[in-house]
């Protein structure tokens, strides 16, 4: 284990955090798609207007960049 006195990230986190964020966009595209073309969208959110389709989408990308934080976290623990 290194332990870093002077304040500054350990070696490799960088490139980790980088990875993780490439990552979870992915995983959110590919979430997206899947709901995207589910038949339970085509079927109850085709009469929402497009600002409620919208707000229910941005809500979704909030919500999923909340997790942000846990991933920093998780990156710092597994480097240090």
Not at 56 to 63: E, K, M, Q, R
């Amino acid at each position: 284990m290194v332990i870093s006195l002077c304040g500054s990230p350990p070696p490799g986190f960088l490139e980790a955090f980088i990875f993780g964020l490439i990552a979870g966009a992915g995983f959110l595209f590919y979430i997206h798609y899947r709901v995207y073309q589910s038949e339970y969208y085509k079927n109850e959110f085709v009469y929402f207007s497009s600002g409620k389709k919208a707000i229910l989408y941005l809500s979704f990308l909030v919500a999923s960049l909340s997790i942000l934080p846990l991933l920093f976290l998780i990156c710092f623990i597994l480097c240090t």
